[in-house]
């Protein structure tokens, strides 16, 4: 079991939680067609914990003093996704009339797009699976194999995802075309674009 020092750790790190609370924000970006946005925010809980961790090295701090950095570089990338969209919305949004009228054209999103409930329910099983792959893949080692091997998997699997990220910008680039072509029948193009997104993440 835990020692009581690593359960009261624990308990605050578990506001991590709220980096993966990005998707909504994620999709204004992407609407906004600003994937170079997107594409800089990769950085901003890598550099985080890069200058949090040297600072670490050099005033000798303990495993608490770590766990803090990466306390701070998964919230910096949450909250910098968040603004980073509410900043491009603004520029988005025209004059508003009035909050009635914002209220209106809320109301007829559902009308205007048929199955969008099942999209979105969907989308969210689908990212939830996603997320739920990662964190239960080294559970179940360290249940298997202790926790020596879970650390093991777990820096390898660090070091996979970031031979990922290409194909990850990749795609997250190319998802509304995606969904656009979908929706609109257009396999052929869809097909090749598939295709030629397959080749380049190859290559990269």
């Given at each position: 079991?835990?020692?009581?020092?690593?359960?009261?750790?624990?308990?605050?790190?578990?506001?991590?939680?709220?980096?993966?609370?990005?998707?909504?924000?994620?999709?204004?970006?992407?609407?906004?067609?600003?994937?170079?946005?997107?594409?800089?925010?990769?950085?901003?809980?890598?550099?985080?914990?890069?200058?949090?961790?040297?600072?670490?090295?050099?005033?000798?701090?303990?495993?608490?003093?770590?766990?803090?950095v990466w306390l701070a570089a998964a919230l910096a990338e949450c909250a910098s996704m968040w603004l980073l969209a509410l900043w491009v919305l603004r520029r988005l949004r025209p004059e508003a009339d009035g909050a009635a009228r914002g209220r209106g054209a809320a109301g007829g999103v559902r009308g205007e797009n048929d199955g969008l409930l099942?999209?979105?329910?969907?989308?969210?099983?689908?990212?939830?699976?996603?997320?739920?792959?990662?964190?239960?893949?080294?559970?179940?080692?360290?249940?298997?194999?202790?926790?020596?091997?879970?650390?093991?998997?777990?820096?390898?699997?660090?070091?996979?995802?970031?031979?990922?990220?290409?194909?990850?910008?990749?795609?997250?680039?190319?998802?509304?075309?995606?969904?656009?072509?979908?929706?609109?029948?257009?396999?052929?193009?869809?097909?090749?674009?598939?295709?030629?997104?397959?080749?380049?993440?190859?290559?990269?």
């Amino acid at each position: 079991g835990w020692s009581t020092v690593a359960v009261s750790l624990a308990v605050p790190f578990s506001l991590a939680a709220l980096a993966g609370v990005r998707a909504t924000p994620q999709g204004v970006l992407q609407i906004a067609g600003r994937f170079d946005l997107i594409a800089w925010h990769q950085s901003v809980q890598p550099l985080v914990r890069l200058c949090g961790s040297a600072l670490g090295w050099v005033l000798g701090w303990h495993l608490a003093g770590f766990l803090g950095v990466w306390l701070a570089a998964a919230l910096a990338e949450c909250a910098s996704m968040w603004l980073l969209a509410l900043w491009v919305l603004r520029r988005l949004r025209p004059e508003a009339d009035g909050a009635a009228r914002g209220r209106g054209a809320a109301g007829g999103v559902r009308g205007e797009n048929d199955g969008l409930l099942r999209f979105i329910m969907a989308a969210n099983v689908d990212q939830t699976l996603q997320d739920l792959a990662p964190n239960l893949t080294p559970l179940t080692v360290g249940w298997m194999l202790g926790p020596e091997a879970a650390g093991l998997f777990a820096l390898s699997q660090r070091a996979c995802n970031v031979l990922q990220q290409p194909a990850v910008l990749l795609g997250q680039a190319i998802f509304s075309t995606l969904a656009g072509q979908s929706a609109r029948s257009e396999w052929g193009s869809l097909g090749r674009l598939v295709r030629r997104s397959v080749l380049i993440a190859l290559a990269a």
